[in-house]
């Protein structure tokens, strides 16, 4: 008969708790699945004696989660934790170290130390999964490791934070303002603890930052990763796209191209019809593109007890089975360090802004874009009762070098009444 596979679980919070309640609800199915069973041997978090909603009377009770992940009757150490360095980095590195697999959700972690902890795991001839710490329950992690393993992986986005896609989508349909969104949100407990790390798009990129070295076969580049948050992103500007038939999305992207690695997130204009233009409230959904399958698109819940315990126990029963991969699909030697695109792809852009409602002020305007030679496609100017005209401006493709010395200009025409609100159309 074979052994069971052994888990230490560091971190019983929202996902810990999860993955206790499948371990023990699906006990039977893991077995058949796996071949063994699965089993847990010793818990730890930062207080004992919380009512967890989960009895965890039957585990061994570690208070130091790198004992934990170092104890002999542990085979895989479970890290839940979060946090990119402190415990969660150091029990990773123990458990590594001293031979155990591991298996963790923290794509703050991941995107920041995730070279050294692969190395550390390949070194050692041990598993480091990682499903669950880029939209939740999407199995995209498997999907680019191993499904779409045999194609050039050309383009890989999406909408990877689930609590800035329920606050844009809220604001567009209840009519309230992104402040009043986000408070509802906080009270709802949809936010990180820092709120920064989701409306700052720094959650998202951390998990774009992942994906980007799994589909190309770069080393993790966190740094280079391009950021801008939610908190520009007014109820006129959702609206005013909604009218032109676009929505808005805070989109990550990353593209291999002859100038080198994008990698961006930003809230950005998309098609209102296509299916990230489509995407509701916390869901999550990631398009990828590859050279011989096209375009394949992956939407579900990326946050929740549920579906990331789901994703977690994945990975668990993929080291049970005995299947054992590179942790970037690729030996994380051979990864190569991408050079940083300098510019982004040209793309239209949204421009919105309150001009001083005088004579030649649109004008100004125009002539500043023509000297950036950035050609206007449509042009907006909406109605007003004061002295400031809403003017709305939809460019062609242009670079975002060539838009910054338009905006830079703009400032100096003395028409602009507020620094204007600049978003990318992305092309899906
Ligand atoms: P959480 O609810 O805040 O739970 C964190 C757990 O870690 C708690 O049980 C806490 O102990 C424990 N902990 C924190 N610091 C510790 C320390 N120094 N020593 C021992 N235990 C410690 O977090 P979560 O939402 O479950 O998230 C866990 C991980 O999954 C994070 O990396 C997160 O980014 C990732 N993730 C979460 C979701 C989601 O939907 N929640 C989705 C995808 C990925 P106490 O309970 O005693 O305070
Ligand atoms: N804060 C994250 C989100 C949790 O809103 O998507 C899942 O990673």
Not at 256 to 275: D, I, N, Y
Not at 281 to 290: A, C, I, L, S
Not at 356 to 367: F, N, R, Y
């Amino acid at each position: 008969m074979s052994t069971p596979l052994r888990l230490g679980i560091a971190g019983l919070g929202t996902v810990g708790v999860g993955v206790v309640k499948i371990i023990r609800q699906q006990a039977t199915l893991l077995q058949n699945r796996c071949g063994r069973e699965i089993t847990i041997s010793a818990v730890s978090a930062r207080t004992r004696d919380k009512d967890r909603g989960v009895n965890i009377g039957a585990y061994a009770w570690e208070d130091d989660p790198v004992a934990l992940a170092t104890r002999d009757d542990v085979d895989v150490f479970v890290e839940l934790m979060g946090g990119s360095d402190g415990p969660a980095k150091a029990a990773t590195e123990a458990a590594l170290a001293a031979g155990k697999h591991v298996v963790t959700a923290n794509k703050a972690m991941l995107a920041i130390h995730g070279q050294l902890l692969a190395g550390l795991a390949e070194a050692n001839d041990r598993a480091l999964r990682y499903e669950a710490a880029v939209a939740g329950g999407i199995p995209i992690i498997k999907s680019l490791g191993e499904g779409l393993a045999g194609n050039d992986i050309t383009r890989v986005m999406g909408v990877m934070n689930g609590s800035c896609n329920y606050i844009l989508t809220r604001m567009e349909s209840a009519g309230l303002t992104y402040e009043e969104v986000f408070d509802e949100a906080n009270a709802l407990g949809y936010l990180e603890a820092d709120p920064e790390l989701d409306v700052g798009g720094i959650d998202a990129a951390h998990k774009l930052a992942i994906l980007s070295a799994l589909a190309f076969g770069t080393r993790v580049d966190f740094d280079g990763v391009e950021i801008e948050g939610i908190g520009c992103v007014k109820i006129e500007d959702i609206r005013h796209a909604a009218d032109m038939g676009y929505r808005i999305k805070l989109l990550g992207v990353a593209q291999m191209t002859g100038r080198g690695l994008e990698q961006r997130m930003a809230p950005c204009l998309v098609p209102a019809a296509s299916p990230l233009g489509q995407l509701e409230g916390g869901t999550n959904m990631v398009v990828v593109e590859g050279s011989d399958v096209g375009q394949i698109v992956l939407r579900g819940a990326g946050a929740g007890e549920g579906p990331t315990a789901s994703a977690v126990m994945g990975d668990v029963c993929d080291i049970a089975r005995g299947l054992r991969l590179p942790v970037f699909g690729q030996p994380a030697d051979t990864l190569a360090t991408a050079p940083r695109a300098q510019s982004a792809t040209p793309a239209p852009y949204y421009l919105r802004m309150a001009l001083h409602d005088k004579p030649g002020a649109l004008a100004k305007i125009a002539t500043v874009l023509g000297e950036a030679g950035i050609s206007i496609h449509r042009m907006r100017q909406y109605d007003h009762t004061d002295d400031q005209a809403p003017v709305l401006i939809v460019t062609h493709k242009t670079t975002r070098a060539a838009l910054n010395q338009a905006l830079d200009a703009m400032d100096s025409t003395g028409v602009v009444v507020d620094a204007p609100v600049a978003l990318r159309i992305e092309s899906v």
